[in-house]
């Protein structure tokens, strides 16, 4: 079973960037697509941005476009979140997340996902 760690989180003023890391232990961490999730209190679980096994294809969601940049480095087995001209609604506790099969597509679909890491808070004040 992988395990995910996030790190990264903080708390920052509305312009400012942060990033997020997730430390992913296993032996096939390059097999999987990887996606970054984010829950605002009161608020569902929400997709942010997720990448393919080699890196090669990303997805976002719209309300992150152009704001967040999704990476991951398979020698290390991490991945990493680059959140930049951060706003108050970004604030929420950001997941890690590795898709539940191999050798597929990244996806937006949190229920296509099965292991998730413990979250990070980021706060963004105005």
């Known amino acids: 079973q992988v395990q995910l760690v996030e790190s990264g989180g903080g708390l920052v003023q509305a312009g400012d960037s942060l990033r997020l890391s997730c430390a992913a232990s296993g032996q096939t961490f390059s097999n999987y697509a990887m996606g970054w999730f984010r829950q605002a209190p009161g608020k569902e679980r929400e997709f942010v941005a997720a990448i393919s096994r080699l890196g090669i294809t990303t997805k976002y969601a719209d309300f992150v476009k152009g704001r967040f940049t999704i990476s991951r480095d398979n020698g290390k087995k991490s991945v990493l979140l680059q959140m930049n001209s951060l706003i108050p609604e970004d604030t929420a506790v950001y997941y890690c997340?590795?898709?539940?099969?191999?050798?597929?597509?990244?996806?937006?679909?949190?229920?296509?996902?099965?292991?998730w890491g413990q979250g990070t808070q980021v706060t963004v004040s105005s």
């Open positions: 997340a590795r898709a539940r099969n191999p050798f597929t597509p990244p996806t937006t679909t949190r229920g296509l996902y099965d292991s």
